[in-house]
């Protein structure tokens, strides 16, 4: 939903609609009502097997971005390659912001591991 959000603020910019100039509120607007007309309809049933379509949107979203991963990570292993002073290798850096990146993994495993049951 998000790359929606952000697709359509790009495009209404683009086409030239005056948006809001702080980003923040512009993308929350669009959010919020991206939202609703996606999920309203769908959360409207009493039931959980509604949201099997949206489980299986959820799916492909992955795999497509899977996909994208692999195309595009030639390219970048090149540049990296390249430019070598750019790019150090750290493999690891253990700092404060490891239990950011450990919440952010966790919160997408657990949303990803949610899909299959309901579909």
Request: charged letters at 15%.
């Given at each position: 939903?998000?790359?929606?959000?952000?697709?359509?603020?790009?495009?209404?910019s683009?086409?030239?609609?005056?948006?809001?100039?702080?980003?923040?509120?512009?993308?929350?607007?669009?959010?919020?009502?991206?939202?609703?007309?996606?999920?309203?309809?769908?959360?409207?049933?009493k039931?959980?097997?509604?949201?099997?379509?949206?489980?299986?949107?959820?799916?492909?979203?992955?795999?497509y971005?899977?996909?994208?991963?692999?195309?595009?990570?030639?390219?970048?292993?090149?540049?990296?390659?390249?430019?070598p002073?750019?790019?150090?290798?750290?493999?690891?850096i253990?700092?404060?912001?490891?239990?950011?990146?450990?919440?952010?993994?966790?919160?997408?495993?657990?949303?990803?591991?949610?899909?299959?049951?309901?579909?």
């Open positions: 939903m998000l790359i929606v959000t952000d697709l359509t603020v790009r495009l209404l683009e086409w030239g609609m005056t948006l809001p100039s702080d980003e923040l509120v512009t993308r929350a607007i669009f959010t919020i009502g991206i939202g609703f007309i996606l999920l309203m309809p769908v959360s409207l049933k039931d959980m097997s509604s949201f099997r379509y949206i489980t299986f949107v959820a799916i492909l979203a992955e795999i971005t899977g996909i994208v991963l692999l195309i595009q990570l030639p390219k970048y292993m090149r540049y990296a390659r390249d430019n002073t750019i790019y150090k290798e750290d493999y690891a253990f700092n404060l912001e490891f239990f950011k990146g450990c919440s952010i993994v966790f919160f997408a495993y657990t949303c990803s591991a949610q899909l299959f049951p309901i579909y």
